[in-house]
């Protein structure tokens, strides 16, 4: 039975060395069984790091880049308003298709032409060159997935479906905002109008909506990065003279989110070579009792370690991998 403690073993205003004792203790032991039998504490590691690593062969599949999911509160109060207006107000895209009605920004390729030398994309060449762009887009993919209203996809602009097969309407015969009950005012940008009638207008929108609901939803998608990938040749095929065109889709915010994020991948890797050497050259000492240049390579070793092994484990538990993860190892090696 063990007696009680010397008064130099317990703690006190003088003996503040009654926590360091002991484990000082402990250290002293595992330096013991470190030196007596290294090979354990350096295969163990070794093979768990590797082991837990291979989580990273699920990387692909848990690549979480999602614009709105990353940069919302995850099941913030607009989250669960939406869900309860989807719930009552379900759209329907096959059938019914109405942009107001909307619960998200929807899936659609946009294009907005731009009548060149200041002129108006109401007069004859720009019109005709308007009906081309519009009818390039319209292939027989698009026919397919486009958001349906009872006449058929639903119009690009409502000024196109107004005129129909006619010519464009001539300055003054429309009226603005408002046009035979057809609201043109988002249709329609740097607009000339003259007591109310339309005169001119410097660029004109058209928005091709797709369906976002049942299983066509996954192949607007894909149409949609076709066209991100072939609307420039198809552009420069039609040798337009009398427009400018510019494009956005509803993924083209995604996609250059993502193509960042391919794109400073190799910086990482610059940077992170950079941090080691650093980390290394800087426990450097002439003297060679001070000098700590191999335990400055275990350390970024072990650091190396860790992160393949917490990432490796999160992945394998199927946690979502995000790239601003990626500046864990400098948040590590900072330490």
């Known amino acids: 039975m063990a007696g009680p403690r010397e008064p130099a073993e317990r703690c006190s205003c003088r003996n503040t060395d009654c926590v360091e004792r002991p484990l000082r203790r402990l250290f002293e032991g595992l330096a013991s069984a470190v030196a007596a039998c290294p090979w354990p504490f350096v295969l163990l590691p070794l093979l768990l790091s590797g082991g837990l690593g291979a989580g990273f062969i699920f990387l692909p599949q848990r690549q979480a880049n999602d614009i709105e999911g990353q940069f919302t509160p995850t099941g913030g109060p607009a989250k669960a308003e939406r869900d309860f207006v989807r719930r009552h107000f379900p759209p329907n895209d096959s059938e019914r298709c109405s942009a107001p009605r909307l619960l998200t920004e929807g899936t659609y390729a946009a294009l907005i032409a731009v009548a060149t030398n200041g002129t108006s994309v109401l007069e004859p060449a720009a019109w005709a060159e308007v009906r081309r762009l519009n009818a390039t887009v319209h292939d027989a993919e698009y026919e397919r997935l486009c958001a349906r209203t009872a006449d058929g996809c639903d119009s690009p602009n409502p000024l196109l479906s107004l005129r129909g097969d006619a010519g464009p309407p001539a300055p003054g015969s429309l009226g603005f905002p408002v046009s035979d009950g057809v609201f043109l005012g988002a249709a329609l940008g740097g607009v000339e109008t003259d007591g109310g009638r339309l005169r001119g207008a410097r660029a004109m929108k058209l928005l091709y909506y797709l369906r976002e609901d049942g299983p066509e939803a996954q192949d607007s998608r894909q149409w949609l990065q076709s066209f991100l990938r072939d609307i420039s040749a198809k552009l420069a095929d039609l040798r337009l003279g009398s427009i400018?065109?510019?494009?956005?889709?509803?993924?083209?915010?995604?996609?250059?989110?993502?193509?960042?994020?391919?794109?400073?991948?190799?910086?990482?890797?610059?940077?992170?070579?950079?941090?080691?050497?650093?980390?290394?050259?800087?426990?450097?000492?002439?003297?060679?009792?001070?000098?700590?240049?191999?335990?400055?390579?275990?350390?970024?070793?072990?650091?190396?370690?860790?992160v393949l092994s917490s990432f490796g484990l999160m992945l394998f538990c199927g946690v979502p991998f995000v790239v601003t993860v990626a500046n864990a190892p400098f948040l590590i090696l900072g330490k």
């Open 244 to 306: 400018q065109v510019t494009y956005f889709t509803s993924l083209s915010r995604q996609e250059e989110f993502e193509g960042n994020t391919r794109s400073v991948v190799p910086l990482f890797s610059i940077t992170y070579f950079l941090t080691i050497n650093f980390a290394i050259i800087s426990c450097l000492r002439l003297s060679c009792i001070r000098n700590n240049t191999w335990l400055a390579c275990c350390g970024v070793l072990s650091s190396g370690l860790a």
